[in-house]
């Protein structure tokens, strides 16, 4: 129903930066949530930051006072701006759709984000 596609991971040292791309493709309108998440190696999927559609924003804890995000006027493509990144912000970057509570996009390859010195 609705597909995303990740990019704008990469190598970054600590204290670096770096912004991330989301681009959703089908049934745009049926979006209430555009947000990015992460799994790092071991650990579960967490949000880090979302846009719903009357402009609210949610952070995770990750992302507050670091990371940004925002979105295009036809709210099809989402960025996460990323600001002193830190070792433990390793991990693979997701994006995904969300509609009554529940995912309605497809849980892709995701975008790998690696900082390191």
């Known amino acids: 129903q609705v597909q995303v596609v990740e990019s704008g991971g990469g190598l970054v040292q600590p204290g670096g930066s770096l912004t991330l791309t989301c681009v959703a493709t089908?049934?745009?309108?049926?979006?209430?949530?555009l947000g990015w998440y992460r799994q790092a190696p071991g650990k579960e999927r967490e949000v880090v930051a979302a846009?719903?559609?009357?402009?609210?924003?949610i952070q995770g804890d990750s992302a507050k006072g670091r990371f940004t995000v925002s979105e295009n006027n036809a709210k099809d493509v989402l960025y996460l701006q990323m600001t002193n990144l830190r070792t433990d912000d390793t991990a693979v970057y997701y994006c995904?759709?969300?509609?009554?509570?529940?995912?309605?996009?497809?849980w892709g390859q995701g975008t790998q984000v690696t900082v390191s010195s």
């Open positions: 995904n759709a969300l509609r009554n509570h529940e995912y309605i996009g497809c």
């Open positions: 089908g049934d745009i309108a049926s979006i209430y949530v």
């Open positions: 846009l719903t559609r009357d402009g609210r924003t």
